[in-house]
């Protein structure tokens, strides 16, 4: 049975930094696709990362030059790497797995942002 379990999150100053894992279990994370997702309070979920098998990234506009995805497959972790984060920042993030067509979700880490 895949599942994905996140950790890191917590408080931090804008500005300073946070790491988030998203520890994957039951599949070969080699061969996922693997994104990281926020979701605010009051707004919907929206992609931030995305990691290929292939290792391609891709990133939403807002986490350009500041976060970094990555993974270490022979670990099964995935991380994102959060620089200068914003009050704005402020929002469960989650870790999705995309295996044979079927899609996963971790149960979210809160990362909060003070000003």
């Known amino acids: 049975q895949v599942q994905l379990v996140e950790s890191g999150g917590g408080l931090v100053q804008a500005g300073g930094f946070l790491r988030l894992y998203c520890a994957a279990a039951g599949c070969i994370l080699s061969r996922v696709v693997m994104s990281w997702y926020r979701q605010a309070p009051g707004k919907q979920r929206e992609l931030v990362a995305s990691s290929t098998s292939g290792g391609s990234t891709n990133y939403a506009d807002f986490a350009k030059g500041r976060f970094t995805i990555s993974r270490d497959n022979a670990k099964s972790t995935v991380f994102l790497q959060m620089n200068s984060p914003k009050p704005e920042d402020t929002a469960v993030y989650y870790c999705?797995?995309?295996?044979?067509?079927?899609?996963?979700w971790g149960q979210g880490t809160q990362v909060t942002v003070s000003s």
């Open positions: 999705l797995g995309v295996i044979e067509g079927r899609v996963y």
